[in-house]
């Protein structure tokens, strides 16, 4: 297992569509957070999930914002009815305590 | 009294410099702080980080120091190299909750040869 791996890597969509992302985090680690990256500012945290219990969610995550975590491996980040506000790096991290996050190298989304 | 602020937004140092970047937090509950690299098109990825029950922390060249009184910390690249060019993120959290990060702004380094 090399890291936190993401998919897909880039993808750009029309206003108004669905878009899903994927994580693969590190296999022994039950924590798994999304965050946002816009561009020139740090990490914003949307969720956290330990195991499959999604235990935090962020004022940021609106309700077209909904993520999953089944059987407490990999993870999906879906976002309905894009707005081009929601434009930006999603970033998945995991690790196995409260310290020290390993981050994937994110999903970048443009939307058009 | 979530927010980290962090400065400078950029900085250049000449080769073999020392580059220094300052945070500041306001929440005296915060009882993690680490610091994370970040090069273009990559996620961030854990530098060093301190408790604050310690004042300093130094791993190679990379020094993280911390003043728990003035709520601010710091970290000081020593022998500053081009490789070290890159935007770095100082963070902290509660622990005992669910480890969620809150990050400064972010500095953009450049270390000229």
């Known amino acids: 297992d090399t890291g936190v791996s993401q998919d897909p890597r880039h993808k750009i969509t029309k206003r108004g569509q669905n878009v899903t992302f994927r994580c693969d985090p590190i296999?022994?680690?039950?924590?798994l957070y999304w965050y946002r990256q816009t561009l020139g500012q740090g990490p914003e945290f949307l969720t956290y999930?330990?195991?499959?219990?999604?235990?935090?969610k962020s004022r940021l995550l609106s309700d077209r914002f909904s993520a999953e975590r089944p059987k407490g491996s990999f993870s999906t980040l879906e976002i309905q009815r894009t707005e081009q506000g929601d434009s930006a790096m999603y970033l998945c991290?995991?690790?196995?305590?409260?310290?020290?996050?390993?981050f994937g190298s994110g999903t970048r989304l443009t939307v058009v | 009294q979530q927010q980290v602020k962090q400065s400078p937004q950029s900085l250049i140092v000449q080769k073999g410099g020392i580059s220094i970047i300052n945070c500041a937090y306001e929440?005296?509950?915060?009882?993690?702080f680490p610091w994370y690299q970040q090069f273009p098109g990559k996620g961030p990825a854990l530098l060093i980080a301190?408790?604050?029950?310690?004042s300093e922390k130094k791993e190679g060249r990379f020094t993280i120091s911390f003043n728990k009184s003035a709520k601010q910390f710091s970290l000081h690249i020593m022998d500053s190299q081009p490789g070290d060019s890159a935007t770095y993120f100082c963070?902290?959290?509660?622990?005992?909750?669910?480890?969620?990060?809150?990050f400064g702004q972010g500095t953009t380094l450049q270390v000229k040869p």
């Open positions: 991290a995991s690790s196995s305590s409260n310290y020290g996050y390993t």
């Open positions: 296999s022994e680690h039950n924590r």
């Open positions: 999930f330990q195991n499959e219990a999604q235990l935090e």
């Open positions: 929440n005296t509950a915060f009882d993690y």
């Open positions: 301190i408790r604050p029950d310690v």
């Open positions: 963070a902290a959290s509660l622990s005992g909750n669910t480890g969620k990060l809150i």
